[in-house]
């Protein structure tokens, strides 16, 4: 029989029903280790942040609070999409106490209750008066999983809707250069489910890809 190439190692398999898994390779344990090493400090070191702004107009005649309603929905919606596209965005990096190794693991979230339950979990409104200049000093702790936080910033003259968009996550997950393209996937996806008449009905269902 030939014996499994290294490689293989980081090849995505399903090792329950719905959860997927291969090694973390040497950059991931690397991350992983540091914020493991440093866990007792109460910060994550080299943790990820990445904004964009986003602002819709309100025309003459339009409701301003269904606008803003509209463009939450489907910034849930970009969010949900992203995860069907990447869905290594959902993933963790651990150590396999029983193989005595660094593992990355994510869970297919086949249904609406799922889905639901990472959208809860992963995406979050703020709206306490803050800007995103000073919710961003205020410093919040990172995640332990890709989140996006929505800082609504209150319009002053009613004619737009604006929305600072602050991804945090892990660095085993995504790096600088990742977290810009994953940013104009979601503008991207924002824009396209602002335009549907029912932005939060998902076509698609978020499942596996093996070599995500």
């Known amino acids: ?6 490689c293989d190692n980081f090849v995505w398999r399903e090792v329950n029903p719905g959860v997927w898994q291969r090694d973390a390779d040497e950059t991931e344990v ?7 090493q440093y866990a007792g400090s109460g910060r994550m070191h ?12 309100v025309s003459d005649g339009q409701d301003a609070t269904a606008v803003a309603s509209r463009f ?6 970009a969010w949900l999409r992203l995860r069907h596209q990447l869905p290594s965005i959902g993933s963790q990096v651990h150590f396999d106490s029983h193989e005595q190794k660094w ?7 086949p249904d609406d209750d799922a889905r639901a339950a990472w959208l809860d979990n992963t995406f979050h409104f703020v709206s306490n008066g803050q800007t995103e200049v000073e ?7 990172a995640p332990e999983l890709a989140t996006l936080f929505v800082v609504v910033t209150p319009a002053s003259s009613g004619s737009e809707a604006r929305r600072d968009i602050v991804l945090r996550s892990p660095h ?7 977290t810009l393209q994953l940013l104009n996937a979601f503008v991207h996806h924002a824009s396209q489910a602002f335009g549907e008449d029912s932005p939060l009905q998902l076509a698609t269902v978020m499942g596996p890809k093996q070599h995500a």
Do not use: E, N, R
């Not at 029989?1 to 290294?6: G, H, Q, R, T």
């Not at 690397?30 to 493991?36: A, P, W």
């Not at 080299?46 to 107009?57: E, K, N, Q, R």
């Not at 919710?135 to 702790?141: E, G, K, L, S």
């Open 1 to 6: 029989m030939a014996s499994l190439s290294v």
């Open 30 to 36: 690397f991350y992983s280790s540091l914020v493991k």
């Open 72 to 77: 939450d929905a489907a910034l849930q919606t």
């Open 172 to 178: 085993d997950i995504i790096d600088g250069i990742g």
């Open 135 to 141: 919710w961003a000093i205020a410093d919040p702790p």
């Open 103 to 109: 593992k990355k693991t994510y869970t297919v979230s």
């Open 46 to 57: 080299f943790a990820i942040t990445g904004h964009v702004s986003l602002v819709i107009p």
